[in-house]
């Protein structure tokens, strides 16, 4: 990977060789804070968190209504805007708050430092689930050419951790999606992955959705699956066979139009299906700047295309 200076603080002035990355939102003494408007800062477009708690940031809002931003957000320029390098949480319950200008401190960061910074900010904050910390992982070593002992080290996590989350890359995708909506855990899926028939782990992943099932249940069915016996339950714990089926509380379709929303829009976004044709998007905003911007986003003509042209409505 080409890492050449002049783009402002690069990969260098972020990792050394035998420690983890500082606290980015940590002010140095030679920094100065500013007031900027909140509508003139911009998401992370490398963040690889796509999904913010409501819940949390409603009570993050209630706190700076009463004592304010306390910790400066850090903003890099980028035209007439400012994209957010870390505090996007805060300036989320800012909008929230109704503030009309938050503290920040003006730092330069090019591209390839704003993508790790996100990454690794997050993952040593816990801010991911396991399916997007897996994916950043994975990332941080193909992009930077590291060792999963060294991309360990990074993110302050033993190399042991980080083998068993990369791992969950390995699970079918219907699968990963239950992990990511939290329908699943980590400790729940683990054991599928010493099942080396996909059908099977998927059939698998629904018994636990439908019965509740424990980690612990889960390894002992694969063990007894392992030594070849058939194994179908219901929700009555008796044996019946099972229709193959997918997991069909994930809707891959929607799955996937609802994170590319959420990328574009940069902000929460949910869809909520009716029935196999029919549905509602629900698309959250903070502040009026921000239902501008969010209108401003879709107003936007999508590119020529030989296609035919479709039309969302929201």
Not at 188 to 202: C, M, S, W, Y
């Amino acid at each position: 990977m080409n890492k050449k200076g002049g783009l402002g603080k690069g990969l260098g002035a972020i990792f050394t060789d035998n420690a983890t990355i500082a606290p980015v939102d940590e002010v140095q003494p030679h920094e100065k804070e500013i007031e900027i408007a909140v509508g003139d800062i911009k998401p992370n477009p490398l963040q690889p968190r796509k999904v913010f708690d409501e819940d949390k940031l409603e009570e993050l809002a209630e706190s700076i209504k009463e004592h304010g931003v306390i910790q400066p957000l850090i903003v890099r320029k980028n035209g007439r805007i400012y994209e957010l390098v870390a505090g996007e949480r805060r300036w989320r319950a800012a909008m929230k708050a109704k503030l009309k200008t938050v503290p920040v401190i003006v730092r330069e960061y090019d591209n390839a430092a704003m993508a790790e910074i996100a990454l690794v900010e997050n993952i040593q904050r816990h801010d991911l689930n396991p399916i997007e910390e897996a994916e950043g992982i994975k990332r941080l070593m193909s992009e930077f050419g590291l060792t999963q002992e060294q991309a360990a080290k990074k993110i302050g996590r033993s190399r042991t951790a980080v083998t068993n989350i990369l791992r969950l890359l390995n699970l079918p995708q219907d699968v990963r999606d239950a992990v990511s909506r939290e329908t699943l855990t980590m400790g729940q899926v683990r054991p599928l992955l010493a099942l080396d028939d996909k059908e099977e782990q998927e059939q698998l992943a629904l018994l636990i959705i439908e019965q509740g099932l424990s980690a612990r249940a889960v390894e002992d069915i694969v063990k007894r699956i392992k030594n070849g016996e058939h194994i179908t339950f219901d929700n009555k714990d008796e044996e019946k066979p099972v229709k193959k089926r997918k997991v069909k509380e994930i809707s891959v379709y929607c799955q996937d139009f609802q994170n590319r929303l959420i990328e574009l829009l940069g902000t929460k976004v949910k869809i909520v299906p009716k029935n196999e044709k029919q549905g509602k998007i629900e698309i959250n905003y903070y502040s009026a700047e921000d239902l501008e911007r969010i209108y401003e986003l879709l107003e936007q003509k999508p590119k020529s295309s030989n296609k035919k042209e479709q039309k969302l409505t929201v």
